[in-house]
């Protein structure tokens, strides 16, 4: 494996007294696998649908390695905001992130015009940068997507889980 933290999981997994924990460790490696092959200009901005769709998995297999990546610092995640025309209206906050999950909506300024916009949890864009550096470099070659590209993952697709564990990062709870 090339990083850490999946080796970290992978062990934690496999040692659970939990079955599902069991089950689920065998897909870390295809997550280590898929990760050291993405071409590094986009190892920052990844979506755990595309995993799934890649690797024929279930989608909440998918996200709660994604989870457990985010936990064990190996991933960061960002938030995009857009219109319900998809336009794109830049990057939120965290703290704009946990009012919208508080408040069902945000105003969020065009980054280009004079105009504000009410966004709701399914204009958010959850995206994941890649913190960890691999153990050693593995050679990419242009490597064609086994599928065709995932929908976004955006807040309304997230499970409470995951939600929970983004809107309290950082405070230790």
Do not use: C
């Amino acid at each position: 494996m090339f990083y850490q933290s999946l080796i970290d999981i992978e062990t934690n997994l496999s040692r659970s007294k939990r079955t599902e924990d069991k089950m689920v460790s065998k897909y870390v490696s295809f997550l280590d696998e898929w990760l050291i092959s993405r071409p590094k200009q986009y190892r920052h901005r990844m979506n755990p649908l595309q995993f799934s769709l890649d690797y024929e998995i279930s989608n909440e297999i998918s996200e709660y390695l994604f989870e457990l990546g985010f936990k064990t610092n190996l991933f960061e995640v960002y938030y995009e905001a857009e219109s319900e025309l998809k336009e794109p209206l830049g990057n939120i906050s965290q703290d704009d992130f946990e009012r919208l999950v508080q408040h069902g909506s945000i105003i969020v300024e065009h980054p280009y015009k004079d105009e504000n916009y009410e966004v709701y949890i399914g204009n958010i864009n959850v995206l994941f940068s890649l913190k960890e550096k691999p153990i050693e470099e593995f050679e990419t070659r242009i490597i064609d997507s086994k599928k065709g590209t995932a929908p976004a993952f955006t807040g309304n697709k997230m499970s409470k889980k995951l939600r929970t564990a983004l809107l309290t990062r950082g405070t230790g709870a």
